[in-house]
């Protein structure tokens, strides 16, 4: 991991965990002495928060252990996990308030708001608000989820703590107590986030498809080299934030010498290491007939085939082998399409009859990146 993104990710994390303290401390106080329900939550919520960042920082220094034999691509995994935790303590925290919220809505308990109660509040509130935009600042500048994460509760705590001072005004102007309605409510929005950070997290976790702006630039990127005429089937393995380990399919002429392809491949893997960042350990070969018009026409023919049919993003790797009489190509069929074998068949029976003399070989490849 990069030493400078480690250092300011536990940095920021160590602020975080300052501030949520010492507020947890103040509204655990003043919700005492107010036997204020909504305080008190808000009290443990800045507890849970801190524990947040206590984790953040333990997921960032596992991280970033160097790679070993057991595990050669590193640990940076480790970030999607404790992402993962973080989420499921701001589901954990927004569940909590709403059950609070219900039992003090079913069992009314009268507080006794004063204006050093608003001050605590509106200082919480202002903190909050600054600590998030910090927070998740940080996480977008160096990449981290668990930052991003623990920004976006921060912002959820200071709307929380906006109800509760809301419900404390009224309270104090028309002893109308609604500070466990407007929790409750507010709860559910604390729910939704956290469950949109959890689904962020597990589909990191689960292996996400490319970012389309990522993989065009590379592949636009690849055949800028002038011998290549096609870049395909882009994979990049995510190992932790901002590791990518991948591999891509070129196209280039069938007149080309193995040396001449071994220059443009290591050409290629310096160029995208050194503006993406991404590694790409293996770049495949897919020959292009440039030897004969009868090879172009067939082709032709096969492309139309294909593309009669609705469902069908790409066909590429075309190669005639005129010696053994064999075909290769490779179709990606949409996701979208219910029953993709059925398809591929459908297909594959088709050029098989139009080409009889020939033996066919389609790879049905996956969508994974635009």
Same mark, same amino acid.
């Given at each position: ?23 947890? @401390? #103040? ?19 800045? *507890? ?11 997921? *960032? ?9 057991? &595990?050669?691509? @590193? ?17 954990? %925290? ?34 909050? #608000?600054?600590?998030?935009? #910090? ?13 991003? %994460? ?38 559910? #929005?604390?729910?939704?986030? @956290? ?12 292996? %996400? ?5 990522? %993989?065009?630039?590379? $592949? ?19 190992? @932790?934030?901002? $590791? ?10 069938? *007149? ?13 893997? $310096? *160029? ?8 790409? &350990? ?20 096969? &492309? ?11 066909? &590429? ?7 053994? $009489? ?27 009859q139009n080409f009889a003399d020939y033996k066919i070989n389609i790879t049905l490849d996956v969508d994974i990146s635009d």
């Amino acid at each position: 991991m990069n030493n400078s993104r480690e250092k300011t990710i536990i940095r920021t994390s160590v602020i975080s965990i300052f501030a949520n303290i010492v507020l947890a @401390g #103040f509204k655990a106080f003043v919700g005492l002495l107010s036997n204020s329900i909504a305080i008190i939550s808000d009290a443990v919520n800045n *507890t849970s928060d801190a524990l947040s960042s206590i984790i953040t920082i333990a997921g *960032t220094k596992l991280a970033g252990k160097a790679p070993d034999k057991k &595990h050669p691509y @590193g640990y940076g995994r480790i970030e999607y996990i404790t992402s993962s935790i973080i989420s499921c303590i701001v589901l954990y %925290a927004g569940i909590t308030s709403l059950v609070e919220s219900i039992k003090k809505i079913i069992h009314p308990e009268a507080a006794d708001y004063s204006i050093i109660t608003l001050i605590i509040l509106i200082s919480g509130i202002i903190v909050k #608000f600054i600590l998030g935009i #910090f927070v998740k600042k940080k996480g977008k500048d160096v990449n981290s989820d668990s930052l991003v %994460a623990s920004g976006s509760d921060a912002f959820n705590d200071a709307i929380l703590s906006i109800s509760v001072l809301i419900s404390a005004v009224i309270y104090m102007l028309f002893k109308i107590s609604l500070e466990a309605y407007v929790g409750a409510v507010l709860s559910v #929005f604390i729910i939704k986030s @956290g469950l949109e950070l959890v689904k962020e997290s597990v589909d990191n976790i689960l292996g %996400a498809r490319i970012e389309s702006d990522l %993989a065009n630039n590379i $592949k636009m990127e690849i055949i800028k080299e002038p011998d290549v005429q096609g870049a395909f089937d882009l994979i990049l393995n995510n190992y @932790g934030p901002d $590791k990518y380990l991948g591999s891509v399919h070129i196209e280039v002429s069938d *007149t080309l010498t193995v040396a001449e392809v071994d220059k443009i491949s290591r050409k290629i893997t $310096k *160029t995208i290491m050194e503006k993406y960042g991404v590694i790409l &350990h293996t770049i495949g070969v897919y020959s292009v007939n440039t030897q004969d018009e009868k090879t172009a026409k067939i082709q032709k023919e096969i &492309h139309a085939i294909v593309f009669s049919h609705n469902g069908i993003l790409q066909m &590429h790797g075309f190669y005639l082998d005129e010696a053994e $009489k064999i075909i290769s190509f490779d179709i990606i069929i949409d996701f979208s399409i219910k029953n993709r074998e059925e398809l591929y068949k459908t297909i594959y029976d088709e050029i098989q009859q139009n080409f009889a003399d020939y033996k066919i070989n389609i790879t049905l490849d996956v969508d994974i990146s635009d």
